[in-house]
């Protein structure tokens, strides 16, 4: 199979992550989508995720249910140390080498991922599917970064075109604390999950 996978806090998932997640498996013709919850990312701080393992990996499951192509992989969530995307890419790659793996990321991690923890272990497990969004001229940034990284580390990486849509996490937990309303920008289940557990409140 060809799978992509989707790591993130998802503290909350909303509309974006589903965008994104169409657009790869639409654009490449992927079998699958993961989407994986991060448990101990490394660039986060714990204290920075503002609800648990458990309400996130509920939320995710919410989003994704009436999507039979998307799945939640908890495979993260689930380890009390430290995930690094090589180790986790490197144990898919094992467990399953017969499918093939693409690596879904963001146009600032496609400038940050040489200074990763073992970058070098990458880039043999996946191809890097690099989303890009066409609000800001960045394009020709991205084909230059990807021709470093094709020749610095042998990589393979497509640049994945997604639909604008100006939302994030953060701003959604401000919102809510706030008290307004992120009907829109999050599927209706995850709304109400945030709605019934109280998640987000402000102080």
Partial sequence: MRIGIMGGTFDPIHN????????????????????????????????????????????????????????????????????????????????????????????????????????????PTCTILAAYRGEINTRSEMEERILELQEQYDARIELLITPLMKVSSHELREALKEGQSIASHVPEAVADYISKNHLYVGE
């Fill in 16 to 123: 974006g992550h589903l965008m994104l997640g169409k657009a790869a498996y639409e654009s490449f013709h992927l079998d699958q989508i993961w989407y994986m919850p991060n448990g101990n990312p490394p660039h986060k701080d714990m204290i920075s995720m503002e609800s648990n393992v458990g309400d996130r990996l509920e939320m995710v499951r919410l989003a994704i249910e009436p999507y039979r192509e998307f799945k939640l992989e908890a495979y993260e969530a689930n380890r009390r140390d430290v995930s690094y995307s090589y180790s986790t890419l490197e144990y898919f790659k094992e467990m399953y080498p017969e499918d093939e793996f693409y690596f879904i990321i963001g146009a600032d991690s496609l400038f940050m991922i040489d200074h990763w923890v073992h970058p070098e272990r990458i880039f």
